[in-house]
């Protein structure tokens, strides 16, 4: 019996062996390939870069693949990778103003400048299963496309800005100065917008998505328009510090949303349009609005309004949101603690003894 | 390079290894304060020693003998995981032998076997902040430290004896660390505290989910809060452990039945056998 304690070793290389075979189920069915997970299950394959905050389609397959599909310990898997990455360079900002359209939609205009583009959503499905999707080998005719880049598109929130309407951003004093980075720093907080944005950018996807909702419902409500969502391909550049110029190291799928939240104005702001913010990579738009929703709520004190709720309360959602984070703290609960527990129990039979003893008085 | 390639000794990276360093001369320097640290994201999860993992790379060296329990056992699954981790990662020897270590990585336990000068014990911390229960926010918490305002503890503990009669906290209990900070000592039972005071042995604490390290040089005071009329205390279950007699160690409860059976062993297995081996050599002579 006091065995059971013993031999861990052998039960944790069985275990893993164990798991290498639930992991490939049923041998006779053909094994997944990489290629597979990329391009058939992108949007599994781009939650997991953007909660890991590392863009490599391919290694994020390999984690999908390694994790049985579980998005969180996939996560987990391309993180622990990450960090042992060595940062080469900050990119300039990614400008998203040129970004090579595939979706773009605002709420707020019937129709603007490059016009509203649908793109592949899933908003206008009915969702009836789709049995035809179960028998393999159907064809897929090519879909007629909006062509990207055609055409200005401007931001819908710049066009607001132009007249004033809406608070114009500050950009940074420096662009090619150092970005916050808080998988290299601890936080402390208040932590600021740029590292609030950082957090939730990487953060989980179901904790934004209820805190965002909680605002809609009251518990710090600010209400909000679509102000603009697109999607698209950008293009990342890094500026070489032997050659004196930005070059282009690449493209990567970006979502980006902006919310328009009205503000009352103050003593020395007038009433105006205030913004919300949410960027992730891939095609993230539920997270995207979500976290536009969440950063417009933690911009309560900045604008003078009252914090009411867990979603303007930085501290609460940034220590919250990591979803790598909870998940280990949560789940560590199941490591052995009989040395608390037998503690807990003396004391617990003690202060029994003592009531019943009182009792019996 | 690592016995396994592709990673740095002991897995992290030279600057990670520099910068926690860094926090833990600070920590040092300042016995009990809660250093901030640019914890890292390990390989294995967080809540699971993710900070002590991080203290232990980066003090050990190739020359370290490295042990690791948890629950004071050196064959409970997440310190096997641990062990096997530096073993694959650094190369460094192993033991389960409390007195050849020179590096002790620990969750919830201090070993029975007094430490010496030569020995570094490294605490995995869950919750570094001991008043975390009472105020959840961090910037708040901060202020309080550096005013050294304890007062919402006291109070605390003052209506835990106001109410039961005795102070209702069996493991974590808050100690007072050079006259000064008020500390977690992790979850090890309040037991074990009489053993972080004045300790020959470096003691270092890391929790990485929370990115904190702390530390208690060796030879500090370290007080248990309590007051003048109900002075600290342990508890012992009274009973000797079932298998080498001691009466003194911190004794696991081991449910042996269907009818409520019960012994207690030793939590602390390698003091324990040492006890047995005495006992058998004993016998022999």
Redesign the interface.
Known sequence: ??V??????A??DAAHAWLAEERRGDPSVAELGLDQIREQLGLAVDRVMAEASLHDPDLAALALKQAQGDVIEAV?LL??Y???LPRLAASLPVDTAKMAVERRISATFKDLPGGQILGPTYDYTHRLLDFALAAEGGEVPAAPKAKPGEGAMPRVLELLAGEGLMEREAPPEDETGPVPDL????????AGRPLRLQAMARGDEGFLLALGYSTQRGYGRNHPFAGEIRQGEVSVEVEVPELGFAIDIGDIVLTECQSVNQFKGDATRPAQFTRGYGLVFGRGERKAMAMALVDRALRAEELGEAVQGPAQDE?FVL?HADN??A??????LK??????F??????VR??RA?ALKEAAE | MSADSG?NFAYL?EQTKRMIRRALLKAVAVPGYQV????????L????G?GGIQVTAAVLGPEDTLKVI????D???????IR?FFARTAGVATTTRTIEASVIQT???IPETPLTEDQILVYQV?IPEPLRWLEP???ETRALHALGDYGVMQVELYEDIAI???I?R???YPVEVAGRYLTSPS?????DNPKLSDCPALQLFGAG?E??IYAIPPYTAVRSLDFEDHPFAV?H?GHPCA?CGDTDS?????V?DDAGGRIF?C?DTDHCRERQEGQAHENAA
Do not use: C
């Open positions: 019996m006091y059971a304690v013993k031999g861990g070793e039960a944790i987990f993180r622990a990450r960090t042992t998988t290299r720093e601890p936080l402390s907080f208040p501290e220590s790598v984070e998940s280990g703290f949560v789940q560590h490591l052995p603690h009989y040395v608390d037998q503690a807990e129990l003396q004391l003690a202060l003592k | 990673y990276d901030p640290f640019a914890s890292r994201e390990m390989p999860p967080y809540g699971w993710t948890d629950q004071g056992a064959d409970t699954t997440n310190a096997v995981s096997r969750r919830h336990r869950p926010r961090e910037a039961h009669g005795k209702k069996a493991y974590d979850p090890i039972p309040k037991f989910r990115k904190r508890d279950p298998i911190f004794l696991d409860e081991i042996i062993v939590s």
